[in-house]
Each structure stands twice: as C-alpha cells, then as structure tokens.
C-alpha cells in the first residue's frame, strides 16, 4: 500500500472518530436517562428489586448422532454412485 493510502485512511479513521464520537455519548447519555426514568417509576409503584438468579448451564449428557438418511437403494445420500457401463 502506498504511503499516500495509508495517510488517506489515517484521516478517513480521524474523520470517523469526530463523527461518530459524540453520537455515541449522546446515545449512551439517552440511555442512562431513561434507566434513571425507568427505576424512578417503579420506585413510585413500589414494585420489588427484580430476583437476580443465575441461569442454568446446558449439560448435554447424551451425544448427539445425526442419523443418515439412505435411498431405497441402501446407498447412502452423500456417496456418488457411478454409472454402470
């Protein structure tokens, strides 16, 4: 890559950076907002904190077989039959 392509995606990335910078805070600000809101509402319904439980963990015991499906033929699908001559 050429040293002027390399300059010309250092200030692409800067140029970004300046866009998308403050939109991002702005987002994040609108979100802290309205969590603020939402627990003040249910602060003044008086609901109880939400139990905090850990999800259970899969445990697969069993190993999973994928059956092969065969044509009437007993020649399983994923073999290539080859013609008779």
Same mark, same amino acid.
């Given at each position: 890559?050429?040293?002027?392509?390399?300059?010309?995606?250092? =200030? &692409?990335? *800067?140029?970004? !950076?300046?866009?998308?910078?403050? =939109?991002?805070?702005?987002?994040?600000?609108?979100? *802290?907002? &309205?969590?603020?809101?939402?627990?003040?509402?249910?602060n003044?319904? !008086?609901?109880?904190?939400?139990?905090?439980?850990?999800?259970?963990?899969? *445990?697969?015991v069993? $190993?999973?077989?994928? $059956?092969?499906?065969? $044509?009437?033929? !007993?020649?399983?699908?994923?073999?290539? *039959?080859?013609?008779?001559?």
């Open positions: 890559m050429a040293e002027s392509n390399h300059d010309m995606v250092n =200030l &692409l990335t *800067q140029q970004i !950076g300046i866009v998308f910078s403050p =939109l991002i805070q702005d987002t994040n600000n609108s979100y *802290q907002a &309205l969590s603020t809101q939402m627990e003040r509402i249910a003044f319904f !008086g609901t109880r904190p939400a139990p905090n439980t850990p999800a259970p963990q899969n *445990q697969n069993w $190993p999973v077989e994928i $059956p092969v499906e065969r $044509p009437n033929n !007993g020649v399983p699908i994923y073999q290539v *039959q080859q013609p008779v001559v």
